[in-house]
């Protein structure tokens, strides 16, 4: 018997890096997400396949399930990432995958893997709702972060999202601004690491307090903009807060400084989708530059 898990992936609107000491912050789930699919075998193996967006395979891996524990003779760094994550599962959930029977297992994202959209995020949330375990817990023990993107996976709806006392607080939010269809993501054909740009945070901050608590109220006036020069107003403040908390240039100055309208980073720095907000449909402009992904918020947003 089949069983299929899917969770969305995220963009976080707000709230970058500061998410993580305690900010409000607005993240998205996105219509694009990843799923997985369980089949029963009688092999006590695992079989992992991974099918990228447009059905062809980017990953395949076979894995023992011996002396309570997930092993791989393949020693490429998804192979033993999965290994990782398996077995740390198993240390939440010490029933998981005991028994005689093994697993073809089938993960399908609905987007391109450089996009950043969550390709591990879906994957942990995913694997969490097969192992009947709490996906935060499991996030922490692997990949860390904020846990933003685990919300995004489980929810349909924007959220706003907040670590409140080593606690995960999640609210569903109706963010539908009027001004919509003047917002558009645009890739910079960069993949970014997170765990990178985490760590350059960690190691520049300082002093922020003040900052994370405007960064919150930035958050709650995005949310009730009614007008879309108020929401660029908005997002440009947001963009000079970070900037002065990472010590990072912002991507309007490094790419974009004769736009005719308002750009903001999303998440990590530096790669994978930026918001883009112009009064005029700004596809042309962002070809020309060479940046050719560029998606409506309404064909993004769940």
Same mark, same amino acid.
Request: hydrophobic content about 35%.
């Given at each position: #018997?089949?069983?299929?898990?899917?969770?969305?992936? +995220?963009?976080?609107?707000s709230?970058?890096?500061?998410?993580?000491?305690?900010?409000?912050?607005?993240?998205?789930?996105?219509?694009?997400?990843?799923?997985?699919?369980?089949?029963?075998?009688?092999?006590?193996?695992?079989?992992w396949?991974?099918?990228?967006?447009?059905?062809?395979?980017?990953?395949?891996c076979?894995?023992?399930?011996? $002396?309570?524990?997930?092993?791989?003779?393949?020693?490429?760094?998804?192979?033993? *990432?999965?290994?990782?994550?398996? =077995?740390?599962?198993?240390?939440?959930?010490? #029933?998981?995958?005991?028994?005689?029977?093994?697993?073809?297992?089938?993960?399908?994202?609905?987007?391109?893997?450089?996009?950043?959209?969550?390709?591990s995020?879906?994957?942990i949330? $995913?694997?969490?709702?097969?192992?009947?375990?709490?996906?935060?817990?499991?996030?922490? +023990?692997?990949?860390?972060g904020?846990?933003?993107?685990?919300?995004?996976?489980?929810?349909?709806?924007?959220i706003i999202?907040?670590? *409140?006392?080593?606690?995960?607080?999640?609210?569903?939010?109706?963010?539908?601004?009027?001004?919509?269809?003047?917002?558009?993501?645009?890739?910079? =054909?960069?993949?970014?690491?997170?765990?990178?740009?985490?760590? *350059?945070?960690?190691? =520049?901050?300082? $002093?922020?307090?003040?900052l994370?608590?405007?960064?919150?109220?930035?958050?709650?006036? #995005?949310?009730?903009?009614?007008?879309?020069?108020?929401?660029?107003?908005?997002?440009?403040?947001?963009?000079?807060?970070?900037?002065?908390?990472?010590?990072?240039?912002?991507?309007?100055?490094?790419?974009?400084?004769?736009?005719?309208?308002?750009?903001?980073?999303?998440?990590?720095?530096?790669?994978?989708?930026?918001?883009?907000?112009?009064?005029?449909?700004?596809?042309?402009?962002?070809v020309?530059?060479?940046?050719?992904?560029?998606?409506?918020?309404?064909?993004?947003?769940?």
């Open positions: #018997m089949n069983k299929t898990f899917y969770s969305n992936g +995220k963009l976080l609107i709230g970058e890096y500061v998410v993580l000491d305690g900010a409000l912050s607005l993240a998205i789930p996105t219509k694009y997400g990843q799923s997985l699919t369980i089949e029963s075998i009688d092999e006590n193996k695992l079989y396949e991974s099918m990228n967006h447009n059905g062809t395979t980017w990953f395949q076979e894995f023992e399930i011996k $002396n309570h524990s997930v092993e791989s003779f393949d020693t490429n760094e998804t192979s033993q *990432r999965l290994v990782q994550i398996l =077995n740390t599962v198993k240390t939440l959930n010490p #029933m998981f995958l005991e028994g005689e029977k093994g697993y073809k297992i089938t993960t399908t994202l609905d987007f391109p893997t450089n996009w950043g959209l969550g390709t995020s879906t994957l949330n $995913n694997i969490a709702q097969w192992a009947n375990i709490d996906p935060y817990k499991l996030l922490k +023990k692997t990949f860390g904020s846990g933003y993107d685990i919300a995004c996976a489980q929810n349909d709806t924007p999202y907040q670590i *409140r006392n080593n606690a995960v607080v999640v609210h569903a939010v109706n963010f539908n601004p009027i001004f919509k269809n003047h917002l558009y993501f645009v890739h910079l =054909n960069k993949k970014q690491n997170s765990r990178d740009g985490i760590k *350059r945070y960690k190691l =520049n901050k300082k $002093n922020i307090e003040s994370i608590e405007m960064i919150s109220k930035l958050t709650s006036k #995005m949310i009730k903009s009614k007008t879309i020069e108020d929401f660029q107003g908005l997002i440009t403040q947001h963009e000079s807060i970070i900037s002065e908390i990472t010590n990072q240039t912002t991507v309007r100055n490094l790419y974009f400084e004769d736009f005719e309208g308002s750009v903001k980073s999303l998440g990590a720095w530096g790669g994978d989708f930026v918001l883009a907000v112009s009064k005029t449909n700004p596809t042309n402009y962002f020309k530059k060479g940046f050719k992904t560029v998606v409506p918020y309404m064909d993004m947003v769940r």
